[in-house]
């Protein structure tokens, strides 16, 4: 993860780096402090993000907070086929949250696949930006092809129609991680 502030002067980066660590929770650390460009911004400045979703096909406790748990089998080569869908298009009003105020519901989704990673299956996708609730979204309606409920057309028609009812359920938040972001090297390779 990515954050920004402004600072008039920084004698140590190592220092500041070793005093913010000890004073935030255990359950957060800044590994590096880079100065970047004054106009530098950690949002809007991402090329492209990624994210990935995690289920599990058996009960597992060491997953209970982790990951999404789905005892009913699934079709992955289906969930594939509709999530290579997704690539074709870039307005994805289906799967943003209602009533928000985005100017725009245009996203340039580069990858989105399903893998079997040892004891879960991770679905991985990677865009220039994302609505709110998006990537749970999705997942939900990829479950829904997966499970027999729907068919790669049907998620064909749910985009077309842009209409948030008719796509699937947002799966609970405790399996999604984003995994990586993106910045042009201008910012990240800056010497301040």
Request: with cysteine.
């Amino acid at each position: 993860m990515y954050a920004h502030f402004d600072f008039e002067e920084i004698s140590s980066l190592t220092e500041l780096t070793y005093r913010l660590n000890a004073f935030l929770p255990d359950d957060i650390a800044i590994q590096k402090i880079l100065v970047v460009p004054e106009n530098a911004h950690a949002r809007f400045d991402a090329l492209e993000r990624t994210y990935e979703y995690w289920i599990v096909q058996k009960k597992n406790p060491f997953y209970k907070d982790t990951a999404h748990y789905i005892k009913q089998p699934l079709d992955i080569p289906a969930m594939n086929k509709a999530a290579s869908i997704l690539l074709e298009y870039d307005d994805f009003e289906c799967f943003s949250k209602s009533n928000t105020d985005v100017k725009t519901y245009r996203c340039k989704i580069k990858s989105a696949i399903w893998n079997s990673e040892e004891d879960k299956l991770v679905f991985s996708i990677t865009a220039d930006r994302f609505l709110r609730n998006m990537v749970r979204a999705v997942v939900g309606t990829l479950l829904d092809v997966g499970l027999g409920r729907i068919t790669t057309e049907d998620v064909k028609t749910i985009i077309k129609n842009k209409d948030r009812s008719a796509a699937g359920a947002s799966v609970p938040a405790k399996g999604l991680y984003l995994t990586k972001v993106s910045y042009p090297s201008t910012i990240l390779e800056f010497n301040g």
